[in-house]
Nanobody, 120 residues
């Protein structure tokens, strides 16, 4: 009943920037915490950044000072601004959210993922 769709991954040179977006749709009453994860080939999925409904943020150490997570509650959308990108940031990026549905239960969907490749 609820789904997440990521957009705007792509290929970028080292030092470049990308802005990912993740839009939630469906029977949404309220969205609690939204997080971005990534998974590189042969590695476990890791949490990159998260933002609560109150706007508190949390980042994995490797992206602090380079990435910024934000949300637009009116659009049910979360963004991940990624600056000073490194080859080590190459991965499939996923968003995940804890959503209270109009039916009164919680759903925690995942998006389909968007590829980010940092290469010269």
């Amino acid at each position: 009943q609820v789904q997440l769709v990521e957009s705007w991954g792509g290929l970028v040179q080292p030092g470049g920037s990308l802005r990912l977006s993740c839009a939630a749709s469906g029977s949404i009453f309220n969205i609690n915490t939204i997080a971005w994860y990534r998974q590189a080939p042969g590695k476990q999925r890791e949490m990159v950044a998260a933002i609560t409904s109150g706007g508190s943020t949390n980042y994995v150490d490797s992206v602090k000072g380079r990435f910024n997570i934000s949300r637009d509650n009116a659009k049910n959308t979360v963004y991940l601004q990624m600056n000073s990108l490194k080859p080590a940031d190459t991965a499939v990026y996923y968003c995940n959210a804890k959503i209270l549905t109009m039916q009164g239960f919680f759903s925690e969907p995942w998006g389909q993922g968007t590829q980010v490749t940092v290469s010269a």
